[in-house]
């Protein structure tokens, strides 16, 4: 009877002992694939680059739901862990950082240590930029030819399909840094910049539905004209009354950047008085009712933006300051300008702007 109970005991040990040794042979496959090959297996499809912003201080679980929601990560429980296994957690920097669906786990890591590092092509756009000046930038970083650029910047077609009301892209793309893969293509850098927008609006707290093109095309202008970011609201003011005050019956902005754009190869065939521009407006430009962007001879709101305004900018068309003037003028090379409620006291401030000169 002892030697049966000895037997048995002896056989639940080996079963015991076969159902240890299998938990820690698949621990050790778990631990194994997490340490070898995890780390540069894509965990998505690609997609197109999203901004993400990493939380401070944000553990290891938290990371990984922060990076599903953005959908550039498929298993937020095994990234996780792997973070874990590794101590990767600890090269992780808070704030902003573009990250791309397809990347690999090690991929997304460096990208959060090192923002960018393996995004590939880095692509500034700077405010103000027109769209040419984008294709430029792009063609400079090797990532589209700047011809596709602009004529897939007009195409009605492609624009619809980002959901915009407009018969270009000028001013919808928002200025900021990107990274492309070299030859992406003029139809990838073209939805990604304009696709941003919304998106950095909603961050900003302002209402991506109340940014119509009317409020872009002024932004533009406010963009184009100001130096210092404190006067936008004043500038965007400005030419609120110039829109809508009984004082100003003529309608017309006036504004120099809109004539200059009007001589853009984008807007289609120039005028006759653009064959003549050379970068400084002269009176052959500012009186030709040729140029549909000439706001000297064209009451209102020119037909298009004029480049792609800032989120400063945007604010400042949403919400003019609330200001008795309708002229300004620049004050020298300061940056600023002397803004005045009567055309006497704006001659006079031309006057004084040009003695000074």
Partial sequence: M????????SALARAALCGA???????????????????????????????????????????AEVLREAEVLGSPRKFSLWL??????????????????????????DSMAEAGQQLGQRVTIPEGFTVRRIAQAVEKAGVARAKDIVALATDREFIGTLGIDSTTLEGFLFPDTYYFHKDEGARAVLSTLARTLPRKLEKAGLDPRRVDLQTLILASIVQAEAKLADEMPTIAGVYRNRLESLEFP???????????????PLVGQAPPSCRLFTGVLTRSQLDDPANAHNTYTHPGLPPTPICSPGLLAIRAALQPANVPYLFFVAQGNTGRHLFSTTLAEHNDAVRRYRESL
Wanted: charged share 25%; with cysteine; proline share 9%.
């Fill in 250 to 264: 003529s309608r017309l902005l006036q504004a120099d950047p809109t004539v200059a754009y009007g001589c853009e």
């Fill in 2 to 9: 002892a030697k049966r109970k000895t037997r048995k005991t």
């Fill in 84 to 109: 874990r296994l590794t101590g990767g957690l600890s090269r992780v920097r808070s704030g902003e950082v573009d990250l791309r669906p397809g990347m690999t786990p090690r991929e997304l890591l």
């Fill in 21 to 63: 040794l299998a938990m820690v042979l698949a621990s050790a496959a778990v631990a194994l694939d997490l340490l070898f090959f995890y780390p540069d297996r894509p965990s998505r499809s690609p997609g197109e680059i999203v901004t993400v912003d990493i939380p401070n201080n944000v553990g290891p679980n938290g990371l």
